[in-house]
């Protein structure tokens, strides 16, 4: 009993010792710190207000009526709630179909080019390549010169491209910026593990996909976002190679209905709900573009965060 009490005591002892010390390192804060803070919240409060109000102030006009939008009604809350746009932008035509090739078109585009850039990216990242010298100025050369729109047109058509989802993904593939911040994740990684995989008997690809990747989901997910993006909202590429309308991708679907509410007869000739959906079309069409990337984005951001620090730590 006597050996526990002075084990007790000791524990005790020790605790106590933690907190004086806890309380002895604990910094009072100074009033201008104190203001400080308050005017950094205020300024973080502001920051926010002012990134949400456009997207909140889209959503409230694409559910607000005609005559509410012309007056300049409409805030941030709609105004006449109704849904007579997204009917007639859901209704219309084979949105559906348009929006099912938007989907393939971003998640086999997006896996290819992550896919593709950790290719080139990986042996960029070894400075002991001698090629190495060679290719890295001449991929950053592409970030300031391209061919431009007529020879990737002519191009896409002299390899019998045009018209195939193909040509919708093949122009934007490897994105250079994309290759050079994989790159520096790649260098930032533990040599020792590679040349320990190659020990087990690893081939440079096996090291490659069963190691690298496993260690890089932060800026895989990093890719994934950005590329994603890119390929949902794209319609340039369909405009320029696509002429079937079953192969269009929703984004330039919409644009051509926005084309369409915007060269509209005159007002008068048309109905109520045409004159709607003139009104208030472009927000609903930013609202449907928007809300799967938004939905998607929460589910990566911890590894977006991750990837955009550790990939540009190194250069």
């Given at each position: 009993m006597a050996n526990e009490e002075i084990v007790f005591d000791k524990s005790k002892q020790q605790t106590d010792s933690t907190k004086q010390t806890a309380k002895?390192?604990?910094?009072?804060?100074?009033?201008?710190?104190?203001?400080f803070k308050v005017f950094n919240t205020i300024l973080m409060i502001i920051i926010c207000a002012a990134t949400l109000y456009p997207f909140l102030y889209l959503v409230a006009q694409s559910f607000s009526s005609e005559a509410a939008i012309v007056k300049g009604l409409v805030t941030i809350f709609p105004v006449d709630f109704n849904l007579v746009t997204?009917?007639?932008?859901l209704e219309k035509g084979d949105f559906q179909r348009y929006y099912l090739n938007t989907v393939l078109y971003s998640v086999f585009g997006?896996?290819?080019?992550?896919?593709?850039?950790?290719?080139?990216a990986y042996p960029l990242s070894k400075s002991h390549l001698r090629l190495n010298k060679f290719f890295t100025p001449f991929i950053i050369f592409t970030m300031y010169f391209g061919g431009g729109m007529?020879?990737?047109?002519?191009?896409?058509?002299?390899?019998?491209?045009?018209?195939?989802?193909?040509?919708?993904?093949?122009?934007?593939?490897?994105?250079?910026?994309?290759v050079l911040l994989m790159r520096s994740f790649f260098t930032s990684l533990p040599h020792e593990l590679e040349e320990a995989g190659e020990i087990d008997g690893l081939s440079k690809f096996g090291v490659f996909f069963r190691?690298?990747?496993?260690?890089?989901?932060?800026?895989?997910?990093?890719?994934?976002?950005f590329y994603m993006a890119g390929y949902w909202s794209n319609w340039?590429?369909?405009?320029?190679?696509?002429?079937?309308?079953?192969k269009w991708p929703v984004a330039y679907y919409l644009?051509?209905?926005?084309?369409?509410?915007?060269?509209?007869?005159d007002p008068g000739a048309v109905s109520s709900d045409s004159m709607q959906i003139a009104a208030n079309i472009k927000s609903c069409s930013?609202?449907?573009?928007?809300?799967?990337?938004?939905?998607?984005?929460p589910f990566i951001q911890k590894y977006f965060v991750q990837g955009m620090m550790l990939g540009g730590v190194k250069g």
């Open positions: 002895s390192l604990r910094v009072k804060e100074s009033w201008q710190y104190k203001v997204y009917k007639s932008v997006t896996f290819a080019s992550v896919f593709f850039t950790a290719l080139l007529i020879p990737n047109y002519i191009l896409m058509t002299e390899l019998g491209l045009r018209n195939n989802p193909v040509s919708f993904i093949l122009p934007g593939l490897i994105g250079t910026y994309y190691i690298v990747i496993p260690l890089s989901k932060p800026i895989i997910a990093t890719m994934t976002l340039f590429n369909a405009f320029l190679y696509l002429d079937d309308r079953d644009r051509q209905i926005i084309i369409g509410a915007s060269t509209s007869a930013m609202v449907l573009m928007a809300v799967p990337i938004i939905c998607v984005y």
